[in-house]
T-cell receptor, first 112, second 114 residues
Framework: ELKVEQNPLFLSMQEGKNYTIYCNYS?????LYWYRQDPGKSLESLFV?????AVKQEGRLMASLDTKARLSTLHITAAVHDLSATYFC????????????FGGGTRVLVKP | EAGVAQSPRYKIIEKRQSVAFWCNPI?????LYWYQQILGQGPKLLIQ????????DSQLPKDRFSAERLKGVDSTLKIQPAKLEDSAVYLC????????????FGSGTRLTVV
């Protein structure tokens, strides 16, 4: 059974500082996704990582994938209040029929 | 392109009552998913459809949950009878096909069972 674990579960950030969220998964995956969820809202796609060594960046967020270590990281550079949200990673395994298995989420709160 | 439509947005019912949720995926998307998201947790897959056939319903509590996707377009998810632990957000998602890697999520239905 595929397991996806995120840590930390909660991250209190100070504006202007850098932080990293980690996502570990238990079996070989074909694609790794990062989503953002604001309170009471649905899931907003941030990144899709397709291969080992993939790195994608959008604004203050950068995601990377190490398939050998079965690890993805979401790096936040110079945190700002607007980044407060819950971040989920999800894994998609083609052999399992293309469905997303989610981690438990990391709740991020950026304080002034 | 219109997004994934879900209704109702909110629903409050008493335990042992029944409830139904509706989802209209993006036009042309063959694959449809229902996820359950309990407060403070990540979404958990309940059922996956490919056109109007079920691909995976291994995590669907079949004694009380049912889902259908008639004509391979809209889908309904039903709970009967509801339990307190069914309180959650029910998210519908669609994708163009089994080999496609773009998933689009709807806004969800927030169910509260009292």
């Amino acid at each position: 059974e595929l397991k996806v674990e995120q840590n930390p579960l909660f991250l209190s950030m100070q504006e202007g500082k850098n932080y990293t969220i980690y996502c570990n998964y238990s079996t070989t995956s074909d694609r790794l996704y990062w989503y953002r969820q604001d309170p009471g809202k649905s899931l907003e796609s941030l990144f899709v990582l397709l291969s080992n060594g993939a790195v994608k960046q959008e604004g203050r967020l950068m995601a990377s994938l190490d398939t050998k270590a079965r690890l993805s990281t979401l790096h936040i550079t110079a945190a700002v209040h607007d980044l407060s949200a819950t971040y989920f990673c999800a894994v998609d395994v083609r052999a399992a029929g293309n469905k997303l298995t989610f981690g438990g989420g990391t709740r991020v709160l950026v304080k002034p | 392109e219109a997004g994934v439509a879900q209704s109702p947005r909110y629903k409050i019912i008493e335990k042992r009552q029944s409830v139904a949720f509706w989802c209209n995926p993006i036009s042309g998307h063959a694959t449809l998913y229902w996820y359950q998201q309990i407060l403070g947790q990540g979404p958990k897959l309940l059922i996956q459809f490919q056109n109007n056939g079920v691909v995976d319903d291994s995590q669907l509590p079949k004694d009380r949950f049912s889902a259908e996707r008639l004509k391979g377009v809209d889908s309904t998810l039903k709970i009967q009878p509801a339990k307190l632990e069914d309180s959650a957000v029910y998210l519908c998602a669609s994708a163009r096909g089994v080999l496609n890697y773009g998933y689009t999520f709807g806004s969800g239905t927030r169910l509260t069972v009292v």
